[in-house]
Structures are given as C-alpha cells and as structure tokens.
C-alpha cells in the first residue's frame, strides 16, 4: 500500500466517523456540546480530504488555529483519563478520541502551511514557472517598482532548494527592509504581489540595463 491510498483510506474512515456521529445525533436529539463537537469534526474530515487530494480548500489561515483547537481537546481528553473515574465505556471513547484528534491535528497542521502548490492560483502557478527559468538563467533577479509616491526593491536568489525574497520599501521618507524564504516558488509569486506590489514582469537580471 502507497501512502496516497493509506491517506485516502484514512480519509475515508473519519468520514464514517462523522456519518455515524451524525446519525446518532439525529437518532438521539444530541446536545450543543455535542453539535458543536461534529461541526468541529466535519471542518477537521474537510480537510483531511483537501490535504489527501493536495487541493486548497476555504482560507489556509484558518487550518492550523483548527488544529490547535483539536490538540487541546485530545490533550484535554488524556488529562480525564488519566486523573479522573471514569467507567470502561467512557474511557475505551475518550482514549480513542484523543488518539484520533490528535492525528487529524498533526494533518490539519501540515495542511495550514501556506507554502504548497496546493494552495496557489493557476496564475500563480504560471508565475513560478516563468520565475524558476528566470532563475536558471541569471541570478539575482532584481525589480522595482515606484507607484504614487510609493517605492519597493525587490532581490529574489535560489539558495538549494530554497526562494530568499530581499523587500525594501520606502514611503514618505520612511523605509523598511526584510527577507522571506520560501520553499515553493509559487509561495513567493503570492508573497511579492501582495506585500511588494513586485509581478514576475517586473523582473531583470542585476548587470541590466
């Protein structure tokens, strides 16, 4: 078995999950705790599937606060196992819960990290093509760009497998300067449009004219 299938069939078993915790709920008239619990579940099985497929789904921001979320409760859960009398019953479902959320947690982690191509635009996608052959040929690159009375330089180099992104800009006498690294090209296409204002166009070689 390859890890693509063991990830599907892993999505495919908190899928049943979910259903059959829905379907208790509807047998049962369940509580808000309870509801809220499968609302959170339903988010975590979301994107199980999204990170199975390697596509984006909603924001990436909104993943790893999720995942968060997740680790407190299994931690939560082990703490009333451990310190608290609880029957046989109870115990066997609060011990597998907070082993299952805690996965689901270390997968919703992985899956937040907005330096995927998963989670670029195809636009995006084609940015970095054009920027890893600009690469190939010269490096640095280097563009700037001055737009209403605002200014931002911009030197992009390939160290290994990684995209180093040097940012300074300047406004009304003011100027800051920082760095990025990325380890996908299409990540610093989205980092050098929305916080420099920089599109892969706007690049040329150092010695250019």
């Known amino acids: 078995m390859n890890l693509d299938r063991a990830y599907r069939l892993l999505a495919l078993f908190y899928s049943v999950l979910l259903l059959i915790g829905v379907i208790a ?6 509580t808000p705790l309870a509801l809220a619990h499968l609302g959170i579940g339903a988010l975590g099985v979301l994107g199980l599937w999204g990170y199975t497929l390697g596509r984006g789904f909603m ?14 409760g299994s ?3 082990l703490w009333a196992v451990l310190s608290m009398p609880l029957s046989g019953e109870l115990l066997t479902w609060m011990l597998a819960s907070a082993i299952f959320s805690a996965l689901l947690a270390v997968i919703l982690y992985r899956y937040g990290d907005r330096d995927q191509a998963l989670w670029a635009s195809p636009e995006e996608l084609a940015g970095a093509e054009r920027l890893e052959a600009l690469l190939e040929g010269q490096a640095p690159l280097v ?8 200014e931002a330089s911009v030197r992009v180099v390939k160290a ?4 180093r992104a ?7 006498g003011r100027q800051e300067a920082f760095e990025e690294h990325f380890r996908h090209p299409a990540t610093l296409v989205f980092f050098l449009e929305k916080f420099a204002g920089v ?8 010695d250019a004219a």
């Open 143 to 150: 563009a700037e760009r001055h737009e209403d009375g605002r």
């Open 75 to 77: 931690l939560v859960q």
């Open 166 to 172: 040097s940012v300074t800009r300047r406004h009304e």
């Open 160 to 163: 290994g497998s990684e995209y």
């Open 25 to 30: 709920l509807l047998a049962g008239g369940g």
């Open 59 to 72: 924001n990436p921001r909104m993943w790893r606060p999720l995942a968060g979320v997740l680790a407190v």
């Open 199 to 206: 599109s892969v166009g706007d690049f040329r070689g150092p």
